[in-house]
């Protein structure tokens, strides 16, 4: 301007625009885009189903009784995505390799790519967007990946902080090593395991303080 002042004021920048904030919304919410390609090529595999028949199902997902029409062949990772919203479920290689859906069925770590939502009628589903409390409270494994700032890209996050809360609520004390193992059915496109081990490690430290232990 003509006066010399600068138009941005660098000491008004929003919080909400600091890189932890993104990662809390981000783990809240499992709000990360799929690529158009994935979006592109599942559409043939949808409308190839549906001319199959769809049929009624009650699911039991974070707690909430959540109704939908479903065809016997689809995939648990597709019914949560597409027919309820919940896009925290990645679906990334979607044959049960990299475990960007991962899911807890029953406390227990599943690929949701690789279950099909009918068999899992009257089992408790728990998805990334379900950890938080009402009150927004983050679960303790959320925090430790806010606080560590462990991921990049963030596509593989919600998967691995579901492996890690099932692996904690049977080996609530693990060693940096348990962990690890505890999630190895996990992947990172980015490869930073060790600040991913990081986090979650932290997230253990917390869950322990909380009285999981």
């Not at 949808?46 to 009784?65: F, I, K, M, P, Y």
Request: with cysteine.
């Amino acid at each position: 301007m003509g006066d010399g002042s600068d138009p941005i004021d660098p000491g008004s920048t929003p919080e909400a625009f600091s890189r932890r904030t993104f990662l809390k919304g981000v783990i809240a919410g499992g709000v990360v885009a799929s690529s158009a390609g994935r979006l592109f090529r599942a559409a043939p595999a949808q409308a190839q189903v549906r001319a199959l028949g769809d049929r009624l199902v009650t699911l039991n997902v974070n707690g909430q009784q959540r109704r939908a029409e479903v065809p016997r062949q689809e995939t648990l990772a597709w019914t949560l995505r597409q027919r309820l919203g919940l896009t925290g479920t990645k679906l990334g290689c979607d044959r049960a390799e990299c475990g960007s859906c991962t899911v807890l069925l029953d406390d227990v770590p599943h690929y949701a790519c690789s279950v099909l939502t009918h068999a899992v009628r009257g089992r408790k589903i728990l998805t990334v967007e379900g950890l938080a409390l009402p009150d927004g409270t983050l679960h303790p494994v959320q925090q430790g990946v806010v606080e560590a700032q462990g991921f990049q890209c963030a596509f593989c996050m919600s998967g691995f902080i579901l492996s890690a809360v099932g692996f904690l609520k049977v080996h609530p004390e693990p060693s940096r090593a348990e962990l690890a193992h505890g999630v190895s059915g996990n992947l990172c496109r980015c490869q930073d395991y060790d600040k991913i081990l990081d986090a979650l490690m932290r997230g253990a430290e917390l869950w322990r303080r909380a009285g999981n232990g």
